[in-house]
């Protein structure tokens, strides 16, 4: 199997990793994969009991190209040092504070997209909708209103081409340094302007905060907004494209959701299980150790592969289909310490956009003069979602 695990490129991998992951699974769960310069960790319980285990598999990556692109920050930590940035983040991002202000924020950014083309009967929704809707109600909680969709999209784009960089591609790394100084220099002033006058947004938070180990320096708060900005910011957008593709392609699916709006909370869990947005957790070995019956070497680097694990048969039944009414804690929001602070909110960006759509949208389909490509394996999602309506 090594000579499968040696053919894989990244193309390979941005087109469809999901077939390579299954053939992993099968016949080879922890296999190095020269091309990303990574062991793939592909099983369900292989890959908790990396994230489970931080003594023998750090975040603390030397090689990190999200380290590189975005400056240290809270993914690549572990321990107190994790810990003491969370703190600046969490009690905003708590479910209680999410359900009462994430409405009121999301709602009317959704309903001013919509109102762009609901007369129009077709439409391109992850440019015209999912993305745009995503990153403004994501800036406007970071404290970031004074930017445009199409800056935050575009910054998302290049910070990920850096953060997912392992093949060292000087053309993306130089996409991902660029995008980095450019946010330095624009929401400098906003931090300027913050550490003045406070105003309860997640920026200012932590800018003020003060968790034991002391406040966040400059650089560590500018290095995590560039970690919100790529995990939290687009995802929850290509969340809910994944999901609307994933109703839109799974007929009976789309009929009890709109037969029963209860259904459209399970319809989102499922599709961050089945078509999971973010891909992967890196890891370092520390010492010695044995994952899947293979001995890593201290200081090998690894990826604990979320996408293949919410994939894995040996955990889920009937783990290749889309099941609505499917229940179980999936890996789409990672696993361990590191599962994301901003699933709450996240939850609610995909789930309200997708309940206005469903609403306004009578006989909502997949344009057919549009194929449905999805690529990414890092961070995956349709290139492109033209619908029609009645």
Request: aromatic residues 6%; charged residues 25%; hydrophobic residues 40%.
């Amino acid at each position: 199997m090594a000579a499968f695990a040696e053919s894989i490129t990244v193309e390979d991998l941005e087109r469809d990793p999901y077939p390579i992951y299954e053939r992993l699974r099968d016949d080879d769960p922890v296999a190095y994969v020269p091309s990303v310069g990574l062991w793939l960790v592909t099983r369900w319980d292989d890959v908790q009991h990396i994230a489970t285990h931080p003594e023998l598999f750090t975040a603390e990556v030397d090689s990190s190209p999200l380290a590189r692109t975005l400056g240290v920050n809270v993914l690549t930590l572990d321990g107190d040092a994790q810990r003491r940035i969370r703190a600046t983040m969490d009690p905003s991002m708590r479910p209680r504070a999410v359900e009462a202000t994430a409405p009121d924020i999301i709602l009317p950014l959704a309903e001013r997209y919509l109102a762009a083309f609901e007369g129009r009967g077709h439409a391109e929704l992850m440019s015209e909708y999912c993305e745009p809707v995503s990153v403004l109600a994501l800036g406007q909680v970071m404290g970031l209103g004074s930017l445009d969709a199409d800056t935050l999209r575009r910054w998302f784009g290049d910070l990920a081409a850096g953060g997912s960089n392992f093949e060292d591609d000087p053309e993306k790394q130089r996409l991902g340094d660029a995008a980095s100084a450019e946010v330095d220099e624009l929401v400098g002033p906003i931090l300027d302007r913050l550490e003045r006058e406070p105003d309860g947004s997640v920026l200012s938070q932590m800018l003020h905060e003060e968790p034991p180990g002391g406040r966040l320096t400059r650089a560590e708060v500018l290095a995590n907004l560039k970690l919100i900005l790529l995990g939290g910011m687009q995802e929850p957008g290509h969340a809910l494209g994944i999901t609307l593709w994933a109703l839109l392609t799974h007929r009976d699916a789309m009929a009890a959701v709109l037969d029963d709006r209860t259904l459209v909370r399970g319809a989102v869990e499922e599709a961050l299980r089945w078509h999971s947005p973010v891909g992967t957790q890196t890891r370092q070995v520390t010492e010695d150790a044995e994952v899947g019956g293979v001995t890593l070497e201290r200081g090998a680097t690894l990826a604990a592969v979320l996408s293949s694990a919410n994939r894995d048969d040996r955990h889920w039944e009937r783990a290749r289909e889309f099941d609505i009414r499917r229940r179980g804690a999936h890996a789409g929001f990672g696993l361990g310490a590191h599962h994301c602070a901003g699933a709450p909110l996240a939850r609610h960006e995909v789930r309200l956009p997708l309940e206005l759509l469903l609403d306004r949208l009578p006989g909502l389909r997949l344009d057919p003069d549009h194929e449905v490509e999805l690529r990414g394996w890092e961070f995956r999602a349709p290139t492109a979602l033209h619908v029609r309506w009645d």
